[in-house]
């Protein structure tokens, strides 16, 4: 049985919590945060606690928490003996400062508290700074998720550079396209069978063999026509650096 | 019966053909290409013609051609009694130059030929100069889709431009993310996971809600680490106008 006591209270930690409550193996502990509140959707059968009382004693401390949050809450943790690792794709193993064991486990997917999610299909990217906690982590890992990588600082940092594009950036020109057409007083429905079927070719195909557009195919008219009706600059700006950045990649 | 002649070799012209073959109340008359291998995959029961050649006679010419050959191709139906329409989301009906009835019929959709699309889902955009003739387009698409809306250059310029964003920049900033990822020597399955739950959040919330991310949580450390993990300049700073962008929208 690994035990394990959960830091955090936002949505990486409950959607972890969630599921470190079912996993074979696993003792989830102590779930903790620094308001008592955040947990109050949490698992009922986990005993909970506010950042700074006494912790259980576990076999590894989960810091689900902000990256800035990383070293002030490792901090509290320096008379432990257990493994501590904190989740954040672009943080390295030296924001845990002072600890003697020490390793990450990021979680690559979007999480919002709202969505039920299947942690079971989530890659989960390990490291730990000791070859020996390695095993560790791993069978932590493996009791939750069928995709389990050992991946050190540098790469970790590209993959997490990578999923921004692919979430954050792709989400966000979703949300321009949608606000313009409700401020332009267009039902935004109209959209609608357009997303849906730009998600269907992105389930079965390489993004790079499902473009089309007038970025695509060198439509400058269009290009020119599009820019006109931007009224924001910075918008303006985004709509040419990607048509042009679409340009590079199919020239 | 609505006689239509399609001109055109395109993926729009494929789906259009496909369903105007299929739909109540219609008869396809002729398909019409500059080159003939161009529909060499169309249904087999329709009359094929190369562009030049003498057209059947129909109620309403469809031309879905490339914005810029609108205009040429208009130029050889001067003589045609028909209505003629074309599928531009960008283009005005000037673009028909000399012709007595025009009209716009514009599919807002993303067409790639392998895919299999149904027609019926997509909402069609249509416009005619002459009121007289907007019932005779209407019921063209009214055979074909559930959704038409009557909409004016303006109107569907606008709405051209926030399916760009939809489709076209969306679809490019998974296959930079994808790129990143294999570029780095990486899994591009590690991503597939997070693609899948970023296309099921925009299913059933506003993408607005859906934001997640160092941007959207105002990260300057986690932005500026992957700011210097970039080595293109352009993508470099697409990264930095996105993000500003993500921010100005949460501000």
Redesign the interface.
Known sequence: MIRVVLIGGG?VAFHLQKALHRAPGISLRQVVSRRLESLSDFESGVPRAILGAPLERADIYLLAV???AIAPVSALLRDKDGLVVHTSG?TGLEALEGLRRRGVFYP?????RK?A?DMA???L?IETEHPKDLSLLRSLAAALSR?V?ELPLD?R?????????????????????????RQ?G??ES??R???????????CM????????????N?R??EE??RK??ENP??R???E??S???Q??YD
Do not use: W
């Not at 940092?157 to 979703?174: D, K, Y």
């Not at 357009?194 to 992105?202: G, N, Q, W």
């Not at 390489?206 to 195919?217: I, L, S, V």
């Open positions: 949505n902000a990256d800035q672009a690559l997917q979007t999480f919002s969505r999610l299909a989530i890659p990217c995709t990588v790469k940092r590209h993959l997490h550079l990578a999923a921004v594009f692919v979430n954050n950036f792709s989400n966000h020109m979703v949300h321009l396209g949608q606000a313009h057409c332009q267009l039902e109209l959209l069978p357009l997303l849906e079927e730009t998600c269907d070719k992105l389930g390489p993004a790079y063999d499902a473009q089309t557009g007038p970025a695509r195919r439509d008219a269009t026509a599009h009706l931007i910075l918008l700006e985004l709509y650096r990607i042009e950045s679409i590079e990649t």
